[in-house]
């Protein structure tokens, strides 16, 4: 079998998201995800990716990863994680693994090991159906700030109801079966001084919005508090004193991650799980943050850390210094699935990312088929491969490009 030629498809309605398609002589199509600056990864793709693919027996993956981060084209160490090269890598890598499982006709999940687990614990990012699909300044800042006006909550809105009402939101995804939920309430504050200070307001009304859902639902709801890394460590510590009698289910990318010994230190100061990086959790990464102990939970995103191949090594790392597993996923369908064949073949895996309404939003506009998820647990599936493909509906759009080499 060999490759015989690759696309990308970006839809502008949803331009954050790149697709790959690795077309082959058997007639097998991989599909591929990334996610984020799409002009500059499609550009990757067509002009180093490509070229050294086509032709190319696609079930060499390991092959093939270790070619694109080593040999082709520029050596690019200095850009280890989260780059436009280790982007599309990650893109094209997911399509490889997407064809091997094909071709042998067997789910993802089974070239990985089989299943580890008869379902997985989902908890919900409360984001709305918009947040992150489009390209915007703005990315991480789709929060109501100091004086803005709540917006209104419009159905699934899971984003302007963390901060409109957070207790309401808690009881509605309990309703749901969903026992565990992830919210940022403190953003909006980091801004005013590049995460060195939060004033005594901003800690206040941010804590008061956790407090929020403890008085609504009690214990039965599990808290995640994310930090987006936009604070350091002095506030980031001052932040997490003022949270520690809420109970919560752990503290996200408090700080930079790149700074090592202030993440150990934080993670030395506080009572709550760490977990962290969907910003740089490479593999190299990891190894370094879990030899000094500073995470208790790895949250690397696979879509722009190296797909599968990365993904696979990167739990295992884990389960190595006896650590848990949490893929990061607040992007796209195609890593929806991918952290699912990866958690379910993982035996330290803890708990699953999902966005509601992304599930039951702008993901069924994209993919054929979506993973089952019932109160509040998602479920293995047994089609071959990645186990879904992009609708024809979506690649006839008029605001769809698809560009193909070979």
Known sequence: MKITALETIHVAEFSNLVWVHLHTDAGIVGLGETFRNSDAVVTYLHETVAPYLIGKDPRQVERHADALV??????????????????????????????????LGVPLHELLGGTCHD??????????DGYNKQARADINSAQIGPGDAPAPVGALDDLAAQHADPGALAES???????????????AYATESRGHHISPEGLETGVAKLRAIRDAVGSRMDIMLELHSLWHLSAALQIARAVDDLGL????????????DDLARYRDAVNARVTASENLGSVKWCKEALQRGAVDVVSSDLVWLGGVTAGRRIAALAEAFDRPVAFHDCAGPVGFWTNLHLLFAAPNALVMESVRAYTRGFYRDILTELPRIENGYAFADSKPGLGAALKPELLARPDTVIRRTG
């Open 249 to 260: 289910y752990w503290l996200e990318d408090p700080i930079d991650t790149a700074n090592f």
């Open 173 to 187: 995804l309990l309703a749901d079966g969903i026992t565990a939920m992830k919210v940022w309430p403190f953003d």
């Open 119 to 128: 379902r997985l614990r989902v908890y919900n990012t409360c984001a709305s």
């Open 70 to 103: 080593n040999r082709v084209g520029n050596h690019f160490f200095g850009y280890p994680s989260r780059s436009i090269e280790y982007r599309g890598n990650s893109a094209a890598d997911l399509a490889l693994w997407d064809i091997k499982a094909k071709a």
